[in-house]
């Protein structure tokens, strides 16, 4: 079996800390557990995992985050996965810091690079793990937050939080969506 688990953030040095890169963030970790590096490859950096039997392909587009469905798309073709063998790693004002969801489909949320990916895969249904970066943000203000550096605190939960997120995206290409969001969701 093979799965498509891409992480959602931005390219670049400026942006690495940002809240908006939290899925290259759990993709790095991912990566070390195996001792894998990324390579920069078509519209993306790239590394293989084997889990279990399992082949992941973790993806982090360098389209940044507003074209994010380009690379995408690029790389179910390419691997040949289909919608409900992958995941989309991505950050949610919606949920308090360190809260983790899996989901099998849903809106984008006013979130660009999944409503780029909606829009190059023409649904809203495929599946997502939303890490919460929390709303401590003035009204408006939601781009300079997204794009702002975690502060100290969120780094102390952050290492918690980012291997769950690890721990659900193993649990989803070995048991399923369904029983990984039963065991997982809300803890």
Known sequence: MK?????LGNPGA????????????????LAGLSNISFSTERLADVA????????LVLVKP????NLSGKAVKYWMQQTKVDVENILVITDDISL???????????????HNGLKDIQAQLSTAAYPRLRFGVGNDFPRG???????GNFTNEDYETMEVRTDLAVKMIQAFTTMGIGRTMSDFNGK
């Open 96 to 110: 308090p810091f360190g809260i983790v969801r899996m989901r099998k489909k849903g809106s984008d949320g006013g």
């Open 62 to 65: 360098n389209t940044f985050m």
């Open 14 to 29: 400026e942006y690495e800390n940002t809240r908006h890169n939290i899925g290259f963030k759990v993709l790095d970790k």
């Open 48 to 55: 293989e995992v084997k889990f279990k039997g399992r082949k």
């Open 141 to 147: 203000k939601q781009a300079e937050y997204v794009l």
């Open 3 to 7: 799965y498509l688990i891409i992480g």
